[in-house]
């Protein structure tokens, strides 16, 4: 019998009308395979639980968030057991710890280190339902950790990897991965089949789809990657190791950029490299670093929009005389195995561009990717002409 991960996000399991969509999706799964499944916080409840702790503190303990955030998931996972339970079929929930998920010691953005399966692998042989909660796992300390936004998808395609299941599905309200964000472009295209490599890009410049380090873990243990709508049965989008033609699968904006300049008249050579080892050490990255002098410190970066309160706190607390600004601006990233052998595409984007006198930060290209990074923040307006022209 084969074994397969389901994993249900957010808006799948935010009330109980919906988890008795979702246990109805599991029950006809269960009929033919060993079921392990991956379930996120209900709705909105991690942005809850996020703001409710910065109410109590600007940058709150790291450990303490960790600890905070992970019981979203639980609750989840209990919810979705009781029903299960009461329906017959036999189900029991797992924390992230209990289903031997151990990780790195990084709060917010823990990695999974080793997965010992040996709870869930005597579960399924008892024909159990095993629901395990989402975006969570303990360090060697034995605290709490969380994986980062996202993260539930990385625990689903990790423990398919351990007990090497025959496929990962990962359920939203979305039934795909499509060209560009279907709230914005009205005529965006799903994508049936793509690359891991394609996925990886599309998930790292914003694309709210899939999680980035669940398609490394994919692409590294060959997993295919199921995206299906948890409210439909239409046909999803398949990632694996499949590339087709040159073409643009995917255009992807991202707003969630902040252009932070910093200036200061005393100098030296080895400024610019503490500040990043600084920043770097509080688990702050920066991009797209700019050294515009020799004779002062004036570099530009650019920073997440959702890592500025800890960045603001670091840079305060160690560089008071460090003179910053920052302005929130856009990058736009076209996707597609191969694009970079198509000179048509950068022909028909720069036209775009010079047309809406657009001005441009950085623009860094490789083989399935042309990233523009913009000085100002662009409307979607810029990505539906982009679309229109790339998209076939």
Same mark, same amino acid.
């Given at each position: 019998?084969?074994?397969? $991960?389901?994993?249900?996000?957010?808006?799948?399991?935010?009330?109980?009308?919906?988890?008795?969509?979702?246990?109805?999706?599991?029950?006809?799964?269960?009929?033919?395979?060993?079921?392990?499944?991956?379930?996120?916080?209900?709705?909105?409840?991690?942005?809850? #639980?996020?703001?409710?702790?910065?109410?109590?503190?600007?940058?709150?303990?790291?450990? /303490?968030?960790?600890?905070?955030?992970?019981?979203?998931?639980?609750?989840?996972?209990?919810?979705?057991?009781?029903?299960?339970?009461? #329906?017959?079929?036999?189900?029991?929930?797992?924390?992230?710890?209990?289903?031997?998920? %151990?990780? +790195?010691?990084?709060?917010?953005?823990?990695?999974?280190?080793?997965?010992?399966?040996?709870?869930?692998?005597?579960?399924?042989?008892?024909?159990?339902?095993?629901?395990?909660?989402?975006?969570?796992?303990?360090?060697?300390?034995?605290?709490?950790?969380?994986?980062?936004?996202?993260?539930?998808?990385?625990?689903?395609?990790?423990?398919?990897?351990?007990?090497?299941?025959?496929?990962?599905? !990962?359920? +939203?309200?979305?039934?795909?991965? =499509?060209?560009?964000?279907?709230?914005?472009?009205?005529?965006?295209?799903?994508?049936?089949?793509?690359? =891991?490599?394609?996925? /990886?890009?599309?998930?790292?410049?914003?694309?709210?789809?899939?999680?980035?380090?669940?398609? /490394?873990?994919?692409?590294?243990?060959?997993?295919?990657? $199921?995206?299906?709508?948890? %409210?439909?049965?239409?046909?999803?989008? $398949?990632?694996?190791?499949?590339?087709?033609?040159?073409?643009?699968?995917? &255009?992807?904006?991202?707003?969630?950029?902040?252009?932070?300049?910093?200036?200061?008249? $005393? =100098?030296?050579?080895?400024?610019?490299?503490?500040?990043?080892?600084?920043?770097?050490?509080?688990?702050?990255? &920066?991009?797209?670093?700019?050294?515009? @002098?020799?004779?002062?410190?004036?570099?530009? %970066?650019?920073?997440?929009?959702?890592? %500025?309160?800890?960045?603001?706190?670091? !840079?305060?607390?160690?560089?008071?005389?460090?003179?910053?600004?920052?302005?929130?601006? @856009?990058?736009?990233?076209?996707?597609? =195995?191969?694009?970079?052998?198509?000179?048509?595409?950068?022909?028909?984007?720069?036209?775009?561009?010079?047309?809406?006198?657009?001005?441009? #930060?950085?623009?860094?290209?490789? /083989?399935?990717?042309?990233?523009? !990074?913009?000085?100002?923040?662009?409307?979607?307006?810029?990505?539906?002409? #982009?679309?229109?022209?790339?998209?076939?």
């Amino acid at each position: 019998m084969d074994t397969i $991960v389901l994993k249900f996000g957010g808006s799948s399991v935010s009330d109980n009308i919906k988890l008795n969509i979702v246990a109805e999706k599991i029950k006809d799964f269960y009929k033919e395979n060993n079921v392990v499944v991956v379930v996120s916080a209900q709705g909105k409840t991690t942005d809850n #639980l996020l703001r409710e702790a910065r109410e109590l503190s600007n940058v709150p303990n790291e450990r /303490e968030l960790d600890t905070l955030l992970s019981s979203g998931e639980q609750m989840s996972m209990s919810k979705l057991s009781i029903l299960l339970n009461r #329906l017959g079929y036999p189900t029991i929930s797992l924390t992230g710890w209990q289903a031997g998920i %151990f990780t +790195s010691e990084t709060n917010q953005s823990a990695v999974i280190e080793n997965i010992d399966t040996t709870r869930i692998k005597k579960e399924l042989a008892d024909r159990k339902i095993v629901i395990v909660a989402g975006f969570q796992g303990v360090n060697d300390k034995g605290d709490i950790t969380t994986l980062g936004r996202g993260g539930s998808d990385t625990t689903a395609v990790a423990i398919a990897a351990a007990l090497k299941a025959d496929k990962c599905y !990962i359920f +939203s309200d979305v039934d795909g991965v =499509y060209s560009t964000d279907p709230n914005k472009i009205k005529d965006a295209k799903k994508i049936p089949e793509l690359s =891991y490599e394609e996925m /990886e890009d599309i998930s790292n410049e914003g694309a709210k789809v899939l999680h980035n380090r669940c398609v /490394e873990v994919g692409k590294k243990f060959n997993i295919p990657i $199921v995206t299906k709508s948890t %409210f439909n049965n239409r046909p999803g989008s $398949v990632i694996s190791n499949k590339i087709e033609d040159t073409k643009v699968k995917s &255009i992807v904006k991202n707003d969630d950029i902040i252009l932070v300049n910093a200036k200061q008249d $005393v =100098y030296t050579p080895r400024m610019i490299n503490r500040i990043y080892r600084k920043l770097l050490d509080n688990n702050i990255f &920066i991009n797209n670093i700019i050294n515009n @002098s020799t004779s002062n410190l004036n570099i530009q %970066f650019t920073i997440k929009s959702s890592e %500025f309160n800890k960045f603001e706190n670091v !840079i305060t607390n160690e560089y008071p005389k460090l003179d910053c600004s920052y302005k929130n601006i @856009s990058n736009i990233s076209i996707i597609g =195995y191969g694009i970079m052998n198509d000179s048509n595409i950068i022909i028909k984007t720069m036209e775009i561009l010079d047309t809406n006198a657009l001005e441009v #930060l950085n623009i860094q290209t490789n /083989e399935s990717k042309i990233k523009i !990074i913009f000085k100002d923040k662009l409307s979607d307006n810029i990505l539906e002409q #982009l679309h229109n022209a790339l998209i076939d």
